[in-house]
């Protein structure tokens, strides 16, 4: 067979030769041991957690060690486009901190080695394709859907392997004339590889290659030997094929992917080989799990779990550097133990490496989120907190406009606790933050909870005397001397335990006296210190809320 007369009959429009696109993409002027990484997101308009997480480690690897992470979309399968995914994609993760140095950007392409965009480098795919067939590495192959559907019975009835490979490849040795007889026709074909593996084989010759992927170390797999389809009818590359071009030609040094694409590893090994290119550092990731409803660790599922997307977190109003830190733990080992040793660093100072990366399921658990969260907010300062609110909330709850209204007094309410030796630690994310605020906004203000059994009948008469007494100026001292001398005045005991241990000389005891004081303030059992709410509330407020019950 001419292999060069078959690769010029398939591929008439190639007008560059591979060694023009090597010239036209150099290798990167980079320092030693800088790495290049790459997200992949097809666009779907779906970016979820595994994308932030995957993209987390790329961002990390890249940038730390002076090199490029730049953002590529894999858009060859058209039939998942969804219009205006790549914006959703690139703010999402901008959202969370990660950075592009180069690639698809929301006005364009950014960089020398694109372009970045699958979908706009046919030519390229073509070029290779080329250069496969005319060495007799890839091969046109005219099977119809029938066929193999014919083949894959068959192999199913011998219990052979499916796929397209060795005695099933019906097309790889078609001789010229049948190839050009049939394009004539114009019958459709893919271009497959012509793989060298051979499964069938007894276990002991079968050929194997090893891998050091650098999460997982050495990888010891079966060589491939299915003729994958690298190029489809339509011209457009598969997956395999455009990983391979895109990621040698754009010099990627670190592939970091899921583990899904584990079993697809023997054909991206074999395809760098035909193609005489060195293979990338592949650091395959672990899942993220979770623990299901059933106590049992299962995959996080699109359909069942809401976490899964990124807009989870952002409608909910988590703060960015809560979920970096939190995806931090949960992708190296050391994290929290360097954390405990560095409290105030800041978290790129942290050396992130893919020997600490998990290798089996990394557990995603929003209660360690929620706390790790709170941590961080801790360190956030009031102010910056209040713009963080107030961006939120002009997204996604402009009818909260009114509570930024007045930035000292959130900010007041933002700092309540948090200077103690030991601090509050209430804030978690935007939304959770708002309700359990939303008392000090007369607009939100609302009686959630009951008034306390034992001082029930009391009420009015508690809060008359307590709003006669009232001097807004009074010390938390001076605050609380008083409500223990109206509780005491009327039958309440100064100290719980008193009330313990007789209970029936008493109506309750101090405690009662002041949630019922909580209650008509803030409209709720659990706060925190009302001395200190009544003084961020004002005079004012404090007084016409109190009157309301007096
Ligand atoms: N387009 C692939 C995906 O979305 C990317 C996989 C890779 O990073 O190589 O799953």
Known sequence: MNYEKLAALLFPNVDKSPEEYEAMFPIRDLPEGAKVTRLGPSPTGFIHLGNLFGAFADERLAHQSGGVFYLRIEDTDDKRFVEGAVEIIINS???FGINFDEGATIDGEMGAYGSYTQSQRGPIYQCFAKKLVSEGKAYPCFLTEEEIAEIRAQQEANKENPGIYGKWAKNRNLSLEDIEEKLSQGLPYVIRLKS???MSLPEDQIKRFEVEDAIRGTLNMPCNDQDTVILKANGIPTYHFAHAIDDHLMRTTHVVRGAEWLPSLPIHVELFEKLGWQPPIYCHTAQLMKIGEDGNKRKLSKRHDPELSLDYYRKLGYHPAAVREYLLTILNSNFEEWRIANPDADIDEFEFTTEKMSNSGALFDLNKLNDVSKDVLLKISASDLYDFLKSWSDEFKPELAPVFENRQYLERILDIGRAEAKPRKDHIYAQQMIENICYFFDDMFKIEDEMPAEAADDVAVIIGKYLESYNHADTQEEWFNKIRDIGTELGYAAKPKDFKKH?????????HVSTAIRIALMGRQQ????????????????????SKFA
């Open 93 to 95: 993760l901008r959202f």
């Open 503 to 511: 209970p029936e000389e008493y109506k309750g005891h101090v405690g």
């Open 527 to 546: 706060s925190p210190d009302v001395w200190e709410i009544q003084q961020i509330l004002g005079e004012e407020r404090t007084r016409a809320r109190l």
């Open 196 to 198: 060298d593996g051979d």
